[in-house]
């Protein structure tokens, strides 16, 4: 709808649609991945999930967000 009205040019709709067909490829990746490893995908205890201004879980402290 934006390219038909104009608002964006050819290149850019095209660089909108690879980057939405590579971060589905990278979800897929990574959920994959973690599923293979044998981690849950969602935590049910209540302790396990992240607060805002809780202290970050072990071993990822200096892991960029």
Same mark, same amino acid.
Do not use: C, Y
């Given at each position: 709808?934006?390219y ?6 050819a290149?850019?709709y *095209?660089?909108?649609v690879?980057t939405?067909?590579? *971060?589905?490829?990278m979800? @897929?990746?990574w959920?994959?991945f973690?599923?293979?490893k ?10 396990e ?9 072990? @071993? ?5 967000v």
């Open positions: 709808m934006a038909d009205a104009g608002i964006i040019n290149a850019f *095209t660089t909108l690879i939405a067909v590579v *971060t589905s490829q979800a @897929g990746t959920l994959r973690v599923l293979s044998g981690w849950p995908l969602r935590s049910t205890n209540p302790d999930t992240w607060k805002v201004g809780a202290a970050l879980p072990h @071993g990822t402290e200096g892991v960029a």
